[in-house]
Nanobody
Framework: QVQLVESGGGLVQTGGSLRLSCAASGSIFSINTMGWYRQAPGKQRELVATITGGSSINYKDSVKGRVTISRDNAKNTVYLDMNSLEPEDTAVYYC???????????????WGQGTQVTVSS
């Protein structure tokens, strides 16, 4: 089985910073894309940032310049550094990973359980 475990969420004031981490563990042969998504109350889940195995990165327009995604392939971990946080960034943040459990397996998308980020004004 594969598990994605997020950490690093919390309560921060406007203008503050947080670092989210997400570690994948279990039966993993290779990981393709890893990413962060968020879901605010009453809204659909939306992409924040993704990073491929070749380090190609994509950001949601509204977070560009404030957010940095990175990954440590040796640790199967993806990070999200967030600066200049705004109340509009308040949401549950989910990580995901597109990976193969075995050499011959298809790629499957896994999700973490989510971590709450709250930005107070």
């Amino acid at each position: 089985q594969v598990q994605l475990v997020e950490s690093g969420g919390g309560l921060v004031q406007t203008g503050g910073s947080l670092r989210l981490s997400c570690a994948a563990s279990g039966s993993i042969f290779s990981i393709n894309t890893m990413g962060w998504y968020r879901q605010a109350p009453g809204k659909q889940r939306e992409l924040v940032a993704t990073i491929t195995g070749g380090s190609s990165i994509n950001y949601k327009d509204s977070v560009k310049g404030r957010v940095t995604i990175s990954r440590d392939n040796a640790k199967n971990t993806v990070y999200l550094d967030m600066n200049s946080l705004e109340p509009e960034d308040t949401a549950v943040y989910y990580c995901n990973a597109v990976l193969r459990a075995q050499r011959w397996s298809n790629f499957v998308t896994y999700w973490g359980q989510g971590t709450q980020v709250t930005v107070s004004s």
